[in-house]
C-alpha cells in the first residue's frame, strides 16, 4: 500500500494520509497483470543485490579453493596434497567449507578449548585441518572423487592457505 501526503494540517496539528493505491490478488487478476509482471517490475533492489553479492562471493571463494590446491599441488607434485577435479567442484568444497566451519568447528573449538590454552592456540590450526578433513566426505557426496586431502598435515597447511588467499582476493575485489 502506497501512502501520501494529502493536504495541510488540521486544527490539531496532525497531518492527514490518504491511501493511494492498494493491490490485492483478486484486482491483479481482475486487470490480467501476472504475478512475474509484478514482481519483475518491482524487484527489490536490495534483494537483488544481496543475491548478487552472495553469488559473487562463492564464486570468489570458489576460486580462491581452486588456486590454493593448484598451488599446493604446483609446490609439491610428487606428493599431490589436494585433488581437485573442476572449478564446479571447487565451489562446491567452497559451501563445504563454509558449512563446516559454521556447523562441526565451533563444537570442536568448544571441546579442545583446554587442550588450546596450553598450546597457546596453536591447536586451532589442527582443530582447522581436522574441519578441512571433513569437507571431502561432504564434496563426494556430489561429485565422487572430485575432491580429496591426502593427510591431516596437508590439511592444515591447505587450510591456511585457502584462508590467506580467499581474504586476499576479497581485499583485491573490494
Known sequence: MLIRRFGGQHDTGMVRFQRVMTISSERIERIGITIFQIA??????????????????????????????????TLFPSAQPVHLSTYLVAIIASICISLVN????????????????????????????????????????????????????????????????QSTLHVLVK
Open 40 to 73: 519483475n517490475s518491482h524487484l527489490p533492489t536490495l534483494w537483488y543485490h544481496a543475491l548478487m553479492n552472495f553469488i559473487f562471493k562463492l564464486l570468489l571463494d570458489g576460486l580462491g579453493v581452486y588456486l590454493s590446491a593448484m598451488a599446493l599441488n
Open 102 to 165: 559454521h556447523t562441526v568447528r565451533p563444537i570442536m573449538k568448544i571441546i579442545t578449548f583446554p587442550i588450546n590454552i596450553v598450546t597457546l592456540g596453536l591447536f586451532g590450526f589442527i582443530v582447522n585441518g581436522i574441519a578441512i578433513m571433513l569437507v571431502p566426505y561432504l564434496v563426494n557426496i556430489f561429485v565422487p572423487g572430485g575432491f580429496a586431502i591426502n593427510g591431516l598435515w596437508w590439511a592444515v597447511i591447505f587450510s591456511a592457505l585457502v584462508s590467506f588467499v
